[in-house]
């Protein structure tokens, strides 16, 4: 028994070299899209520093949103962990 049925297409890019944004449309309408930034790091981190570069990191995140906001579809646009 089919419960679900939907397609979803997927749109990604780099944008500014280091932030990946991924989007992707849902036949029903729905639309959610993904701001990725990643850090390579060598060698292992200590739980400070790991803390360091998360705080670094969101506040880039944030930074970008804000800074896009206007290239439409980030209306109150939440992070993954506060939705």
């Given at each position: 028994?089919?419960?679900?049925?939907?397609?979803?297409?997927?749109?990604?890019?780099?944008?500014?070299?280091?932030?990946?944004v991924v989007w992707d449309k849902m036949n029903f309408g729905h639309e959610v899209g993904e701001?990725?930034?990643?850090?390579?790091?060598?060698?292992?981190?200590?739980?400070?520093?790991?803390?360091?570069?998360?705080?670094?990191?969101?506040?880039?995140?944030?930074?970008?949103?804000?800074?896009?906001?206007?290239?439409?579809?980030?209306?109150?646009?939440?992070?993954?962990?506060?939705?």
């Amino acid at each position: 028994m089919r419960i679900a049925d939907f397609i979803a297409t997927r749109e990604a890019w780099f944008i500014d070299q280091e932030f990946r944004v991924v989007w992707d449309k849902m036949n029903f309408g729905h639309e959610v899209g993904e701001v990725e930034l990643q850090v390579v790091e060598d060698g292992p981190l200590s739980d400070e520093e790991k803390v360091d570069i998360t705080v670094v990191m969101y506040r880039r995140i944030d930074e970008f949103m804000e800074c896009y906001k206007r290239a439409g579809g980030m209306k109150g646009a939440k992070g993954k962990l506060t939705a």
